[in-house]
């Protein structure tokens, strides 16, 4: 039986916030692959400027690769129209089957809202959730959804990097240093891009 987790994200860009929970959580909870998901028109960002999918997919790759027990999958960005989790879920089902254990990773910030996801008593029984502390959110928040849904939750608090992408995208329009934040490999990629500059379309 497999343990398969499933990083999903904007990943506008990834940095190593994504990449280090990613690595705690496959240890912390003995999984054989985390599997990077850049989302591919996420509702919750219904009317927000998005980096175009082909580039934060590109991104993505660069920075897991050669990465143990990392890989990436643009089954959201293949499949079009909104982004679901629980599409993505039941995707990764027909890949690894029934029996596998599938936990879907994602912030304690976001755990918060989970009754209000597509169908989220349906995506609770398909998969298990992990909610990784992030930085200036609480896990006294989680309370309510940890009383509705019990096991299927858990709370992974061991890592807490104070990076976003948000600050790295206001740091490249303002001319500021990203190093340290992200892999070199995508800090290449944006400046050969022009991602993310003051003034450029794709900037937010």
């Known amino acids: ?48 400027r998005i980096t175009p999918a082909e580039h934060r ?3 993505t790759e660069l920075a897991v690769r050669g990465e143990e027990g990392f890989s990436v999958s643009d089954i959201e960005i293949r499949r079009g129209g909104y982004s ?6 039941n995707a990764f089902r027909e890949i690894y089957g029934e029996e596998a254990e599938i936990y ?23 998969c298990r959730f992990i909610a ?8 006294d928040d989680t309370n309510e959804v940890l009383a509705k849904y019990g096991d299927r939750v ?18 490249v329009a303002a001319g500021e240093t990203i190093e340290d934040m992200l892999p ?3 800090i290449d990629y944006i400046e050969a891009h022009g991602l993310y500059r003051k003034g450029d379309p794709k900037d937010r």
């Open 1 to 48: 039986m497999k343990n398969i987790g499933i990083m999903g994200g904007t990943f506008d860009p990834i940095h190593y916030g994504h990449i280090v929970t990613a690595e705690e959580v496959r240890r912390g909870f003995h999984l054989d692959e985390v599997v990077f998901v850049p989302s591919g028109n996420p509702p919750h960002k219904k009317g927000r």
């Open 57 to 59: 997919l590109a991104m």
């Open 84 to 89: 679901y989790a629980l599409d993505t879920v």
């Open 104 to 126: 879907f990773i994602t912030g304690a910030d976001a755990i918060v809202t989970i009754a209000q996801w597509y169908r989220a008593d349906e995506l609770m029984r398909r």
């Open 132 to 139: 990784a502390a992030r930085p200036g959110y609480s896990f």
């Open 154 to 171: 858990s709370l992974f608090s061991e890592t807490a990097l104070s990076v976003s992408s948000s600050e790295i995208r206001a740091r």
């Open 184 to 186: 070199p490999a995508v």
